[in-house]
């Protein structure tokens, strides 16, 4: 059984993760090497912020616990808002732009496959995928 409390062994650890240009972070609860199959992670979107974002190697589920947003699908400029309540899933790697709204929006996510921890999206919104 893994149990583990974000604030004792995630804040401020190599476990939360920075957005190059501060617009998110992500706090990493279950990585690739806890063996589950999936990452499990909880991310918080700045307010007034906005990210590119094209996971080609992951699929990826995303369910709204606080705050407010948007998504933009880049291939159909569909733009949907995110609140609370609301869950997404990249089940195209699909292509999109997340905004954060006028407070910050916590987010809780799922990958697959699972990522390592220390990821952060390069200049095409991209995870490497690690071996």
């Given at each position: 059984?893994?149990?583990?409390?974000i604030r004792k062994e995630v804040i401020g650890t190599q476990k939360?993760?920075?957005?190059?240009?501060?617009?998110?972070?992500?706090?990493r609860m279950l990585l690739k090497d806890d063996g589950m199959g999936?990452?499990?992670?909880?991310?918080?979107?700045?307010?007034?912020?906005?990210?590119?974002?094209?996971?080609?190697?992951?699929?990826?589920?995303?369910?709204?616990?606080?705050?407010?947003?948007?998504?933009?699908?880049?291939?159909?400029?569909?733009?949907?808002?995110?609140?609370?309540?609301?869950?997404?899933?990249?089940?195209?790697?699909?292509e999109h732009y997340l905004y954060g709204g006028n407070v910050d929006?916590?987010?809780?996510?799922?990958?697959?496959?699972?990522?390592?921890?220390?990821?952060?999206?390069?200049?095409?919104?991209?995870?490497?995928?690690?071996?």
């Amino acid at each position: 059984m893994i149990v583990r409390d974000i604030r004792k062994e995630v804040i401020g650890t190599q476990k939360e993760v920075f957005a190059k240009n501060n617009q998110w972070v992500s706090r990493r609860m279950l990585l690739k090497d806890d063996g589950m199959g999936f990452s499990f992670h909880e991310t918080i979107i700045k307010a007034h912020t906005k990210t590119h974002i094209h996971y080609q190697n992951h699929l990826e589920a995303v369910y709204c616990v606080g705050g407010e947003g948007k998504i933009e699908d880049l291939k159909t400029g569909i733009t949907h808002d995110i609140y609370d309540g609301v869950m997404y899933a990249l089940n195209n790697h699909d292509e999109h732009y997340l905004y954060g709204g006028n407070v910050d929006m916590r987010l809780i996510c799922v990958f697959n496959p699972p990522i390592k921890g220390t990821e952060n999206h390069d200049e095409n919104g991209v995870y490497p995928l690690e071996d």
